[in-house]
């Protein structure tokens, strides 16, 4: 079975600050890893994915992202976080393998609050 | 940039009622989806669908949900007898083909649904 773990409910950061939001993963196989975004009484924007290759990908809105298969992690990263950041971030999976089919398996999602 | 939109953004309706839930998906993807999020958990897959035909369903899509794609652009979910368990925000979400981009899906704004 697949599954996420975002293991903080909540994520503090002052504005310029670099910040990190974490997710481990378990899949057999290969994953395919996504980060989205949740604005208030929004829907799930998309920020970045893994499929395969750099492990180091970048995404929307400056954040980026590194795929650790030993760790199983895909933690998302910012350098410099702005007020505007501030929203639930989700991670999911998807395994590689057809067994698994399309559908995404999500985190409980991580509240970030960044302040100025 | 294409995006998914839904409709109603909000629905009341009472236990036992029908709902239709719609969803125009991006105009050249293929696959289509819905999940629901109940206040406060995860985001949760319910239903995949592909070439007229559900190619996944989750232990949540029982007898009582139902999907369907009238025409060339709508996508549609109905919940044929509400119970109150079903008021959650249900998202819509698509994705196109091709290996690096037909894993990415792109989800709409959600509809919340309230059932009493």
């Known amino acids: 079975a697949q599954s996420v773990a975002q293991p903080e409910d909540q994520v503090n950061v002052a504005e310029g600050n670099p910040l990190t939001v974490k997710c481990t993963y378990s899949v057999s196989g290969n994953p395919y890893l996504f980060w989205y975004v949740q604005y208030p009484n929004r829907g799930l924007q998309f920020l970045l994915k893994y499929i395969t290759g750099d492990n180091l990908v970048k995404g929307s809105y400056g954040f980026e992202a590194e795929f650790n298969k030993s760790q199983t992690s895909f933690h998302l990263k910012k350098p410099s976080a702005l007020v505007s950041d501030s929203a639930l971030y989700f991670c999911?999976?998807?395994?590689?393998?057809?067994?698994?089919?399309?559908?995404?398996?999500f985190g409980a999602g991580t509240i970030l609050r960044v302040k100025s | 940039e294409p995006e998914v939109t839904q409709t109603p953004s909000h629905q009341v309706t009472q236990m036992g009622q029908e709902v239709i839930l719609r969803c125009v998906p991006i105009s050249n993807h293929l696959y289509f989806y819905w999940y629901r999020q109940i206040l406060g958990q995860k985001v949760e897959f319910l239903v995949s669908?592909?070439?007229?035909?559900?190619?996944?369903k989750s232990e949540i899509f029982d007898d009582q949900f139902s999907v369907e794609r009238p025409d060339g652009s709508n996508f549609t979910l109905k919940i044929r007898s509400t119970k109150l368990e079903d008021s959650a925000m249900y998202f819509c979400?698509?994705?196109?083909?091709?290996?690096?981009?037909?894993?990415?899906?792109?989800f709409g704004p959600g509809t919340r649904l309230l059932v009493l």
């Open positions: 999911a999976v998807r395994g590689a393998n057809m067994e698994y089919g399309n559908k995404l398996v």
């Open positions: 669908f592909y070439n007229n035909e559900i190619s996944e």
């Open positions: 979400a698509s994705s196109g083909t091709g290996v690096q981009f037909g894993k990415t899906q792109y």
